[in-house]
């Protein structure tokens, strides 16, 4: 499809997903009219953040901005560096640490603008480049001397891909998870309608405040939605829990510069960016969550990955969401553990 075609495309679907979103928040308005706005006032973090055996809490300074990150483990060994998606932070890996911190030097970061790392003002401080180069400078000061394991999922997987590919240099193995290389989740939106519908909520990311409104209103009641009801095989996620992201993206304004990348998507200058056509031969591990509402399960198919990396492993699993590491925690463990191994 021409550009010209897409982006027509682009704003048309915007457009129709912006009013759905509209209306979605008109509607518990009209539900709650004297409690919609009501929240929690949220000072101290719930104990299972501030518990020690998660690791030590760190703050490093690259690419300009001050970043917050988690990490365990001999320094010495080799590092092993976790990114998250939305809307997460550094605790979606808190099964991961403690599995992996005897062998590795584990360390997991709030991305830019997310929890206790710096949130740079406005879109345009959230373009696919300087995520990249976050990344990149971040495992530079972490380990300078050696490759890395880079481990990913949802948005943190969208900048890694790219990282991996720019960046062989830089990796000794490369785990992403419920996030497709760029190039097969465009190949999937122009094909057909099935994941484009999926990617609603995208479009209507694009509006100002509305989306902000609709996740904080009845005291984040989305975050129920998302970790309490969404969490398929996990009976183990708590209140603390969920309490620990509510906290994490309170106020209301902590909620927009993680949906600023979203925004920030569109923007021409973002839309340049070119990929390398290199293929990426480090080795790489898919795992999946068969479950997941947004992606479209083909997103995970083999054959799509034949003219991107020369060794990629798919593991899928049944049953399991989007957040599959938290979802399945041992499953996800597993498959990482046989593919660093190898
Ligand atoms: C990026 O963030 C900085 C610091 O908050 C701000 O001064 C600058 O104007 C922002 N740049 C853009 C392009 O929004």
């Known amino acids: 499809m021409a550009n010209f075609h897409l982006l027509i495309l682009v704003y048309?679907?915007?457009?129709?997903?912006?009013?759905?979103?509209?209306?979605?928040?008109l509607f518990q308005i009209i539900r709650?009219?004297?409690?919609?706005?009501?929240?929690?006032?949220?000072?101290?973090?719930?104990?299972?953040?501030?518990?020690?055996?998660?690791?030590?809490?760190?703050?490093?300074?690259?690419n300009g901005i001050k970043f917050h990150c988690v990490s365990k483990g001999d320094p010495s060994k080799p590092l092993m560096l976790f990114v998250h998606g939305f809307p997460e932070f550094w605790f979606s890996w808190q099964y991961q640490l403690k599995e992996f911190c005897n062998d590795y030097r584990v360390v997991a970061i709030d991305?830019?603008?997310?929890?206790e790392t710096d949130k740079?003002?406005?879109?345009?401080?959230?373009?696919?480049?300087?995520?990249?180069?976050?990344?990149?400078?971040?495992?530079?000061?972490?380990?300078?001397?050696?490759?890395?394991?880079?481990?990913?999922?949802?948005?943190?997987?969208?900048v890694s891909w790219r990282v991996v590919q720019n960046h062989p240099e830089l990796f000794h193995k490369f785990i992403v998870m419920n996030c497709p290389h760029a190039k097969v989740y465009r190949r999937a939106i122009t094909k057909g309608w099935k994941q484009t519908l999926k990617?609603?909520?995208?479009?209507?990311?694009?509006?100002?405040?509305?989306?902000?409104?609709?996740?904080?209103?009845n005291d984040y009641a989305a975050f129920d939605d998302m970790f309490k009801k969404g969490l398929f095989l996990n009976?183990?996620?708590?209140?603390?829990?969920?309490?620990?992201?509510?906290?994490?993206?309170?106020?209301?304004?902590?909620?927009?510069?993680?949906?600023?990348?979203?925004?920030?998507?569109?923007?021409?200058?973002?839309?340049?960016h070119s990929y390398s056509s290199q293929k990426i031969e480090t080795p790489t591990l898919l795992i999946w969550g068969e479950r997941d509402l947004a992606l479209d399960m083909s997103l995970s198919d083999k054959k799509e990955y034949n003219d991107i990396c020369t060794d990629i492993t798919i593991k899928r699993i049944p049953g399991?969401?989007?957040?599959?590491?938290?979802?399945?925690?041992?499953?996800?463990?597993?498959?990482?553990?046989?593919?660093?191994?190898?």
């Open 12 to 25: 048309f679907l915007q457009i129709v997903f912006s009013f759905l979103g509209f209306l979605m928040l």
């Open 32 to 62: 709650r009219p004297f409690s919609f706005y009501k929240t929690k006032s949220r000072n101290v973090p719930p104990a299972c953040l501030s518990d020690p055996s998660h690791g030590t809490h760190e703050y490093i300074t690259a």
């Open 111 to 115: 991305m830019r603008g997310y929890g």
């Open 120 to 158: 740079p003002a406005g879109v345009r401080n959230y373009t696919i480049e300087i995520l990249k180069e976050d990344i990149v400078q971040l495992i530079k000061v972490l380990s300078p001397d050696r490759k890395c394991i880079l481990v990913a999922h949802d948005w943190g997987g969208v």
């Open 199 to 217: 990617s609603w909520y995208i479009f209507f990311f694009q509006c100002p405040w509305i989306p902000e409104m609709l996740l904080a209103i």
């Open 235 to 272: 009976k183990d996620f708590s209140d603390d829990m969920v309490e620990a992201f509510k906290y994490t993206f309170s106020p209301r304004r902590n909620l927009t510069p993680p949906i600023n990348y979203y925004r920030c998507m569109f923007m021409s200058s973002n839309r340049k």
């Open 320 to 342: 399991c969401s989007h957040f599959v590491q938290q979802d399945c925690p041992h499953l996800t463990n597993q498959h990482m553990r046989e593919f660093l191994e190898q």
